[in-house]
């Protein structure tokens, strides 16, 4: 936590309660919105790791650093009595090296599809779509060697002893914001199925996204695994691509904290959301979601596949749940 124990009872002297502190932030009154309200659950998010704040009520756009927040509150800066400076300083450089990352733009290394004719093969039997052109794929990796090194990736102890298993069993996808790459085993049977290889720090949650039809529209799509949202935008199976913003995969079920990062990064308030579930998730987790965080979500609608595990086993037969 970046600050002092006076801060939290600085809050609520201010704005009044309650204040709900997570292991990642400290969830309170928004002195834009929230001022004059009493609720039983408030809407802006404080980091504990960062200095920075938003608000994620509907139609409050309000966010930035933890200074802006103070000057709110006191009409004047006085984040210095309440904000750990040495731990401030880490902060900033990990900044800046984020600044770093992003001001040299990641280079995806070209697709040989003859040299890895089996990952390319791999890839087009999993989409059902031979036909596919590999290089329209967005953030598509094959030659992790070369990601490597013409990125000059640290080659961490984990990273010396993976690389050449990452290479020659694994193909990469690049997330929406180049913080991660996303590494899935081509093998079935393999435990190891999954590795994500961090590249920059970001306080929230990056993502897989892909285009829909409708930049207008605040309906998104949401998959655990990259390939069910490809699935699902390729042959439409809910016939809802013309009303879809964007599909985003979470690559876990961490879908509240994906909502989140979509809300802060997209800034698309109060999203329509469409889950495309596993089958081993319960619907009731679902509905706790949305009950309790619909000051986040507009409406939320979860599908299964009765026949498949998920959305990348065909067919698909999807079963509508509207909660």
């Not at 709900?20 to 969830?27: L, M, P, R």
């Not at 000057?71 to 400076?85: A, F, I, N, P, R």
């Not at 809910?238 to 961490?254: G, M, P, Q, T």
Request: hydrophobic share 35%; net charge positive; aromatic share 14%.
């Amino acid at each position: 936590m970046i600050y002092n124990k006076d801060f939290i009872p600085f809050i609520e002297e201010t704005l009044g309660g309650p204040i709900k502190v997570t292991s990642k932030n400290i969830i309170c009154k928004c002195p834009w919105c929230e001022y004059d309200q009493e609720k039983s659950h408030y809407h802006l998010y404080i980091s504990l790791e960062a200095p920075i704040f938003h608000c994620f009520h509907a139609n409050c756009e309000k966010g930035g650093n933890i200074r802006k927040f103070i000057k709110k509150l006191k009409g004047h800066d006085v984040s210095d009595k309440y904000v750990d400076k040495e731990k401030i300083k880490k902060f900033e450089k990990i900044s800046l090296k984020s600044k770093e990352v992003k001001d040299i733009n990641i280079t995806l290394p070209k697709l040989n599809e003859n040299k890895f004719s089996y990952k390319s093969l791999y890839l087009k039997r999993r989409l059902g779509f031979p036909q596919i052109e590999l290089e329209t794929i967005k953030g598509l990796i094959f030659d992790v060697n070369e990601f490597l090194e013409i990125n000059n990736i640290p080659i961490t102890p984990t990273i010396f002893r993976l690389k050449d298993f990452l290479h020659s069993n694994f193909i990469g996808f690049l997330t929406e914001h180049s913080s991660m790459v996303v590494f899935r085993n081509m093998d079935p049977k393999s435990s190891f199925k999954f590795f994500k290889l961090p590249i920059e720090y970001t306080p929230f949650l990056d993502y897989y996204k892909l285009r829909g039809n409708n930049p207008n529209s605040n309906k998104i799509v949401l998959g655990e695994g990259i390939f069910d949202i490809f699935s699902e935008q390729l042959y439409d199976v809910l016939n809802i691509r013309e009303s879809v913003n964007f599909y985003a995969s979470v690559l876990s079920s961490k879908f509240l904290a994906l909502i989140k990062s979509i809300v802060f990064h997209e800034q698309l308030f109060k999203p329509e959301v469409v889950i495309l579930s596993d089958r081993g998730v319960e619907l009731e987790y679902y509905k706790k979601m949305k009950f309790f965080n619909k000051h986040i979500i507009d409406k939320m609608t979860v599908y299964y596949n009765s026949i498949g595990k998920d959305f990348n086993e065909y067919p698909v037969s999807p079963i509508e749940c509207i909660l």
